[in-house]
């Protein structure tokens, strides 16, 4: 059974285009062991939960192999606030997420993202969780990070700086990651 790689995008048409770099280095480095599902997202520019949810749900259903979730900005709370209010499903073995924002208590009025009061509950069984944040990111504030950091202390902090909201800076860390969770001894 190979693994199977879920990358959903953060928002913009031009975030796609700067993630299809992500999404090639994964599958220049990673070898046929690894499918990489890198689904279109609709109305990328003006996104909604509810769409994008569908989007990650759907492909959800149709994997069969051992699942890892990646997820840009927008693309990372999406999975977050999906498993807020449903459990992890078994094949998903681990979940890479880099500068995910957090849309609660902050001055950002976007509600429809928020994550459910008790998402640390469906989460807590994933041992398995990378949160990625870059000092110099220009969208998404240092803060997001300590935020994530109160709700889910047990998950894997990677911060690092000289990396912009692309983190193409941090593709080397993401590959040693996926090639982590798919180790045996896990």
């Given at each position: 059974?190979?693994?199977?790689?879920?990358?959903?995008?953060?928002?913009?048409?031009?975030?796609?285009?700067?993630?299809?770099?992500?999404?090639?280095?994964?599958?220049?480095?990673?070898?046929?062991?690894?499918?990489i599902i890198?689904?279109?997202?609709?109305?990328?520019?003006?996104?909604?939960?509810?769409?994008?949810?569908?989007?990650?749900?759907?492909?959800?259903?149709?994997?069969?192999?051992?699942?890892?979730?990646?997820?840009?900005?927008?693309?990372?709370?999406?999975?977050?606030?999906?498993?807020?209010?449903?459990?992890?499903?078994?094949?998903?073995?681990?979940?890479?997420?880099?500068?995910?924002?957090?849309?609660k208590?902050?001055?950002?009025?976007?509600?429809?993202?928020?994550?459910?009061?008790?998402?640390?509950?469906?989460?807590?069984?994933?041992?398995?969780?990378?949160?990625?944040?870059?000092?110099?990111?220009?969208?998404?504030?240092?803060?997001?990070?300590?935020?994530?950091?109160?709700?889910?202390?047990?998950?894997?902090?990677?911060?690092?700086?000289?990396?912009?909201?692309?983190?193409?800076?941090?593709?080397?860390?993401?590959?040693?990651?996926?090639?982590?969770?798919?180790?045996?001894?896990?």
């Amino acid at each position: 059974m190979g693994y199977e790689i879920l990358f959903i995008q953060g928002a913009g048409n031009v975030t796609t285009e700067e993630e299809q770099v992500i999404v090639d280095a994964l599958r220049a480095n990673l070898g046929n062991e690894f499918t990489i599902i890198y689904p279109p997202m609709p109305d990328a520019d003006y996104p909604t939960y509810v769409s994008w949810n569908e989007v990650l749900t759907t492909n959800l259903k149709k994997l069969s192999g051992k699942v890892i979730l990646l997820g840009h900005s927008l693309g990372a709370s999406i999975i977050l606030k999906h498993f807020s209010s449903a459990p992890v499903p078994d094949k998903v073995i681990g979940m890479i997420l880099f500068g995910a924002p957090y849309w609660k208590d902050q001055h950002w009025d976007v509600s429809e993202y928020v994550i459910a009061d008790n998402f640390a509950a469906n989460l807590s069984k994933l041992k398995n969780i990378y949160f990625y944040y870059s000092l110099d990111d220009e969208v998404i504030p240092y803060t997001h990070l300590e935020s994530y950091q109160k709700l889910l202390p047990q998950a894997n902090w990677r911060i690092i700086s000289g990396v912009d909201h692309s983190y193409h800076g941090a593709i080397n860390d993401m590959i040693k990651d996926v090639q982590e969770l798919a180790s045996p001894s896990l």
